[in-house]
């Protein structure tokens, strides 16, 4: 299952490397990355990630949201219509 992460991070060296290197120590294989800082957003990155996993993304969210001081916000989509 394909899953599309929005993601918002403070601009901190290395945040985006931990949000995907705990997505791919979790089981989700990271499929593409998209993103910019928005400058009236105090700078704040604002990322989507999609991901392939056989695990409930949900659970992923919460983990980043928890262990993560640079990430703001999390939310998670299902991505329809891609075959496996």
């Not at 009236?40 to 999609?50: I, K, S, T």
């Not at 695990?55 to 075959?83: M, N, Y």
């Amino acid at each position: 299952m394909q899953y599309r992460l929005d993601l918002v991070l403070h601009p901190a060296e290395g945040a985006l490397l931990r949000v995907i290197g705990m997505a791919e120590r979790r089981g989700f294989a990271p499929r593409a990355i998209s993103g910019a800082p928005v400058a009236a957003d105090y700078g704040r990155w604002h990322l989507q990630l999609v991901v392939d996993g056989q695990r409930p993304a949900e659970t992923l969210c919460r983990q980043i949201e928890e262990d993560h001081l640079d990430c703001v916000s999390v939310q998670v989509t299902a991505v329809e219509g891609v075959a496996p």
